[in-house]
Every structure is written in C-alpha cells, then in structure tokens.
C-alpha cells in the first residue's frame, strides 16, 4: 500500500509539470493521493504551487466553518446553505477521505 502511494505521489507530481493540469487539479474538489507525499518527490515550482492550493482549499474551509458557527445563533439560522456540511469536510479531511 505504501508503495502504491509512493507511485502515485511520483506521478502525480510529473502530471503536475505541465500547466493546463494544474488549473485542472486546482478546479477539481479533492485528491486522492496526499499533498504532502507528492510535495516531498516533486521540483520545487510543482510543490510551491501544491502547497499554494492546499492553503487556498484549507482558507475556503476555515470561512465555511466560521459561517456555520455563525449560523447557530438564532439571529441567523434561517439562511443555511452549504456551510453546513463544514464541519463533517473537516472531518473527512483529517482521515484522508475525499
């Protein structure tokens, strides 16, 4: 299995190479294969711009959660929108699910 991640991560990290797949990687919602291990093997622009999407994809979660928590005043609990599955995002990032 960790080898398999390891192939992943190095490939990942080539595919990355090339720009138009990058803006493509950045417009999908998840990946399977765990930043940090293709960050380690990739050049140095690749992991810059890795770890640029990770920060801009962790900011989106933290406003999301910050507008669920929000909402649970009364004053503003009538207007939910998708904010409210925040706090099972997070959870499904901390055990690596997509």
């Known amino acids: 299995m960790d080898e398999a991640a390891e192939r992943k991560a190095a490939f990942l990290g ?3 190479e ?3 797949l990058r ?4 417009a999908a919602t998840a990946s399977a294969t765990p930043t940090h291990l293709t960050a380690e093997r990739a050049s140095k622009q690749v992991a ?4 640029a999407d ?6 989106a979660l933290r406003a999301a959660l ?3 928590d929000r909402k649970r005043d009364y004053r503003f609990a009538t207007r939910q929108g998708d904010e409210q599955r925040s706090w099972t995002d997070v ?3 901390y055990v690596g699910e997509p």
């Open 14 to 16: 080539e595919v990355l």
């Open 66 to 68: 910050a507008e669920y």
């Open 23 to 26: 803006a493509r990687y950045a």
């Open 91 to 93: 959870v499904r990032r």
């Open 54 to 59: 990770w920060r801009s994809r962790l900011e």
């Open 48 to 51: 810059a711009f890795l770890l």
């Open 18 to 20: 090339e720009e138009p």
